[in-house]
C-alpha cells in the first residue's frame, strides 16, 4: 500500500501538484504506518466499493448487497479499505452520511485500534489516486484549482 501510494505522489509531485507539506503528511503517515509492524487481516477488496457498484435485494430481515461489479481495483487486503471512498464520496455529497456509513462499519466489525492507526494511509492512498488524475496538466479540473492534497485530502 505505501509504495502504490509513493507511486502515485511521484507522478503527481512530477506534474507539480504535490507541495513540500503535502509530502511531509503522506511521509509521517506512512512512517507511523510502517512502524506499526503487524497488519490486519487480509479479505477481499472490492476498491471502489459504492451504491454505484453494488446490487442490493431485500429480504425479511432487510436490505443486503447481493452483488458487486466493477471488480477493476479489487484486490486481497484489509477490508477497511472499502469503507475509504464511499466515506469520502459522502463527505463531498452528503457529509452527515459519512459518519453514518463509517459507524455502520464499525459496529459490525470486530473492535480493532489498528483501524483507527491505518486509516490515515487508507484515506491518502486513496485520495492520491484521484488528486494525481485530477492535478494532470492537460486536464486539470476545476475543484482542484487553489488546492494543495494536504488541504483536500485531510478533510
Same mark, same amino acid.
Given at each position: 500500500?505505501? !509504495?502504490?501510494?509513493?507511486?502515485? &505522489?511521484?507522478?503527481?509531485?512530477?506534474?507539480?501538484?504535490?507541495?513540500?507539506?503535502?509530502?511531509?503528511?503522506?511521509?509521517?503517515?506512512?512512517?507511523?504506518?510502517?512502524?506499526?509492524?503487524? @497488519? $490486519?487481516?487480509?479479505? #477481499?477488496?472490492?476498491?471502489?466499493?459504492?451504491?454505484?457498484?453494488? &446490487?442490493?435485494?431485500? !429480504?425479511?430481515?432487510?436490505?443486503?448487497?447481493?452483488?458487486?461489479?466493477?471488480?477493476?481495483?479489487?484486490? #486481497?487486503?484489509?477490508?477497511?479499505?472499502?469503507?475509504? /471512498?464511499?466515506?469520502?464520496?459522502?463527505?463531498?455529497?452528503? +457529509?452527515?452520511?459519512?459518519?453514518?456509513?463509517? !459507524?455502520?462499519?464499525?459496529? $459490525?466489525?470486530?473492535?480493532?485500534? /489498528?483501524?483507527?492507526?491505518?486509516?490515515?494511509?487508507?484515506?491518502?492512498?486513496?485520495?492520491?489516486?484521484?488528486?494525481? #488524475? @485530477? &492535478? /494532470? +496538466?492537460?486536464?486539470?479540473?476545476?475543484? @482542484?484549482?487553489?488546492?494543495?492534497? $494536504?488541504?483536500?485530502? @485531510?478533510?
Amino acid at each position: 500500500m505505501i !509504495d502504490e501510494t509513493q507511486l502515485f &505522489t511521484k507522478m503527481a509531485e512530477a506534474h507539480g501538484a504535490i507541495a513540500a507539506d503535502d509530502r511531509a503528511l503522506i511521509d509521517a503517515v506512512a512512517a507511523r504506518a510502517l512502524a506499526r509492524g503487524d @497488519s $490486519r487481516p487480509n479479505t #477481499f477488496v472490492h476498491g471502489d466499493y459504492k451504491l454505484n457498484n453494488l &446490487t442490493v435485494e431485500l !429480504d425479511r430481515d432487510g436490505c443486503r448487497v447481493s452483488g458487486v461489479f466493477d471488480l477493476h481495483e479489487a484486490r #486481497f487486503g484489509d477490508g477497511a479499505l472499502d469503507v475509504v /471512498r464511499q466515506a469520502c464520496g459522502y463527505l463531498d455529497t452528503k +457529509p452527515a452520511m459519512a459518519r453514518a456509513f463509517v !459507524d455502520s462499519y464499525l459496529g $459490525r466489525v470486530a473492535a480493532d485500534a /489498528r483501524i483507527r492507526e491505518l486509516m490515515p494511509l487508507y484515506v491518502i492512498n486513496d485520495r492520491m489516486k484521484f488528486w494525481e #488524475f @485530477s &492535478t /494532470r +496538466p492537460d486536464a486539470r479540473a476545476a475543484w @482542484s484549482q487553489g488546492k494543495t492534497f $494536504r488541504d483536500w485530502a @485531510s478533510r
